[in-house]
C-alpha cells in the first residue's frame, strides 16, 4: 500500500523559513514524478512545485517561484520543499504527491495524495 508522509510544517512568522519532507513507501519512488500543493480554508487546492522523477527538472507557480525549492532524494525515497521568505498568504495545508513518469504540473493526473502538513505564516 503506497504512503506518502509528509513531516516539517509548523508556525513561522512572515519572512522566515521552512522545509517539509515527504517520505514514500509501497511505490518504485524513481518512477515517479513528485509535486507540492496546497490548500487554503475555503480555497481550491492548488499546484505549489514539481520535480521530475531524475530530479533533472523542477516546475513552480508563479506564486512561489524564487522562493521555494523542491527537490529529490531517490535514495532516501524523499521529497522536500524548501520554502524561503515566507509570507501570510503561504497559509495553507501542504500535501506530497505523485505521478508516475514525467514531471508534476498544474495539469498533472496525480495518483497518489500524502494527508497534509500545516504551514501557518504569521504576519
Known amino acids: 500500500q503506497v504512503q506518502l508522509v509528509e513531516s516539517g510544517g509548523g508556525l513561522v512568522q512572515a519572512g522566515g523559513s521552512l522545509r517539509l519532507s515527504c517520505g514514500a513507501s509501497?511505490?518504485?519512488?524513481?518512477?515517479?514524478?513528485m509535486g507540492w500543493f496546497r490548500q487554503a480554508p475555503g480555497k481550491e487546492r492548488e499546484f505549489v512545485a514539481g520535480?521530475?522523477?531524475?530530479?533533472?527538472?523542477?516546475y513552480y507557480s508563479d506564486s512561489v517561484k524564487g522562493r521555494f525549492t523542491i527537490s529529490r532524494d531517490n535514495a532516501k525515497k524523499s521529497v522536500y520543499l524548501q520554502m524561503n521568505s515566507l509570507k501570510p498568504e503561504d497559509t495553507a495545508a501542504y500535501f506530497c504527491?505523485?505521478?508516475?513518469?514525467?514531471?508534476?504540473?498544474?495539469?498533472?493526473?496525480?495518483?497518489?495524495w500524502g494527508q497534509g502538513t500545516q504551514v501557518t505564516v504569521s504576519s
Open positions: 520535480i521530475s522523477w531524475s530530479g533533472a527538472s523542477s
Open positions: 509501497g511505490l518504485t519512488f524513481a518512477r515517479y514524478a
Open positions: 504527491a505523485a505521478a508516475e513518469g514525467g514531471i508534476v504540473v498544474p495539469t498533472t493526473t496525480i495518483d497518489y
